[in-house]
Nanobody, 122 residues
C-alpha cells in the first residue's frame, strides 16, 4: 500500500490544520493507520491512530483534546484535524499503516508516507 500525506503548511500559533493520508494500491479497511511526527533533533513520536474497520482511535496523551483522527473509508483516507497549534507542534508529520492492532510503536507500522511539514509560528 502506498500512502500520501498532505495538508501541512505554515500556521500561526492557535491556528488549525487538517492533514490527509490517502492510500493507493490497496484498501485500508483492514489496517490501522497512525500519525507520527518528528521535530528536528528529536525522535519520531506517536500522535494518534485509528482502526479503519472499527473506527477505534487512540491518542498520545499530549494530543488529546486538540487533535482528532478520523477516516473516510470510501476515500481510503485518514485525516488528522489539529487545533490549538503551538510552536511545539512544529514537525514533519508522517502517516503509516499496519495490519496489526492499534499500536503506538513505530516499528510495528509497515507502510509509511513521505511526510508533510507543519510549521507553527509564534
Amino acid at each position: 500500500v502506498q500512502l500520501q500525506a498532505s495538508g501541512g503548511g505554515l500556521v500561526q500559533a492557535g491556528g488549525s490544520l487538517r492533514l490527509s493520508c490517502t492510500a493507493s494500491g490497496r484498501t485500508l479497511s483492514n489496517y490501522a493507520v497512525g500519525w507520527f511526527r518528528q521535530a528536528p533533533g528529536k525522535e519520531r513520536e506517536f500522535v494518534a491512530a485509528v482502526r479503519l474497520n472499527t473506527g477505534n482511535t487512540y491518542y498520545a496523551d499530549s494530543m488529546k483534546g486538540r487533535f482528532t483522527i478520523s477516516r473516510d473509508n470510501a476515500k481510503n483516507t485518514v485525516y488528522l484535524q489539529m487545533n490549538g497549534l503551538s510552536p511545539e507542534d512544529t514537525a514533519v508529520y508522517y502517516c503509516a499503516a499496519t495490519l496489526r492492532s492499534l499500536t503506538i510503536v513505530t516499528m510495528n507500522y509497515d507502510f509509511w508516507g513521505q511526510g508533510t511539514q507543519v510549521t507553527v509560528s509564534s
